[in-house]
């Protein structure tokens, strides 16, 4: 059986509508049968159901076709795992703990892979070698290519970027830095006020719901590397004019390697360009305009012939028929990009 890439949009959709049928039948079973069954047998009962059979399903009908299905097949596992604390009662939470633990070696061997790909990735980066696309390429080739390995190398690049920084690029022809996009004492600013409410907030939650409070305390622990990790990474992450692709880089919101054949134009951002999408060759007006520059003002906006598919924050991807940057040399750009598409 020849493998492929990934599973069709078909198919995918039939699975999701499936595992939310499923979800929705054992929230409903749980709330009506609850009172009537054993704590334990009702939260075994939805375990085997959410983390065997639904796994089961996606395998034989998707995961089984595509490259490093196995994998993936184990990461649904343990996700599935996780929905169930969320839909068994809190007296049969035991039973998923105990599954837990059964799956625990494989979700570690995971993890340590994951762990092993970053070190690696972060030791050979080459000079001039960007580091967000080191670490997502490390995880793909480790885990596959697939949401979780781009959202995991995300999550990596954050930290690296906000803990110890990266190298900045090369500045000259064929590269464009984009430090005039920064906003150090804005980013001092919230993340101020972040740490302040987010000591606010668990100290008054903590006192009723205290895991809530932590939830809620590792959310702004999260944001405030993020925005660090951000305003660090346009400092050292700069836009690539390559023979073959336009290289678009913005800290931790954009990344694109798009071909020549695909760039309409460059032109100075004005506020219609920003706002404006563009109609592309078939008259496409589905996908958005991007605005990787804020807080910041762009300057120059790259129009797309067709939808192009960029790499966002917490490694999302999305399609796109144009995109607005902020650079410090923008007629620097304009003119490169014209050069190679006119």
């Not at 949009?9 to 049928?21: E, G, I, S």
């Amino acid at each position: 059986m020849e493998a492929v890439a990934r599973i069709a949009p078909r198919r995918l959709l039939a699975l999701v509508a499936f595992t939310v049928a499923a979800y929705g039948v054992e929230v409903a079973a749980v709330h009506h049968v609850g009172a009537r069954m054993p704590a334990r047998g009702l939260a075994a009962a939805v375990v085997f159901d959410l983390a065997v059979v639904v796994p089961l399903v996606w395998w034989w009908l998707g995961l089984r076709r595509i490259e490093r299905g196995a994998r993936r097949a184990l990461a649904l596992v343990a996700a599935s795992l996780a929905g169930a604390l969320l839909v068994v009662p809190s007296e049969g939470r035991a039973i998923v703990h105990g599954a837990r633990l059964l799956v625990l070696p494989a979700e570690l061997m995971v993890l340590a892979v994951a762990v092993r790909a970053a070190v690696r990735a972060l030791r050979s980066r080459r000079a001039g070698e960007d580091l967000a696309e080191s670490l997502e390429r490390a995880f793909v080739s480790a885990l596959g290519a697939h949401a979780l390995a781009r959202m995991l190398a995300a999550e990596v690049t954050t930290v690296a970027y906000s803990v110890v920084g990266g190298r900045g690029q090369g500045v000259g022809p064929r590269h464009f830095a984009l430090g005039s996009a920064r906003a150090p004492a804005l980013t001092a600013g919230l993340v101020l006020a972040t740490v302040v409410e987010g000591i606010v907030l668990h100290l008054v939650v903590g006192q009723t719901h205290p895991v809530l409070a932590w939830a809620l305390t590792s959310l702004g622990a999260y944001a405030v590397l993020w925005l660090v990790g951000h305003d660090r990474a346009l400092g050292a992450r700069t836009i690539e004019v390559t023979p073959e692709h336009l290289v678009l880089r913005a800290g931790l919101r954009l990344s694109a390697r798009v071909p020549w054949s695909s760039i309409e134009t460059a032109a100075s951002a004005t506020p219609i360009a920003r706002t404006t999408p563009s109609t592309g060759a078939r008259g496409a007006t589905s996908a958005r305009h991007l605005d990787a520059t804020r807080p910041a003002e762009g300057n120059v906006v790259v129009r797309f012939r067709t939808p192009v598919e960029v790499t966002g924050a917490f490694g999302l991807r999305r399609r796109v028929t144009s995109v607005a940057v902020c650079v410090d040399d923008p007629v620097g750009l304009i003119t490169a990009v014209r050069a190679l598409v006119e």
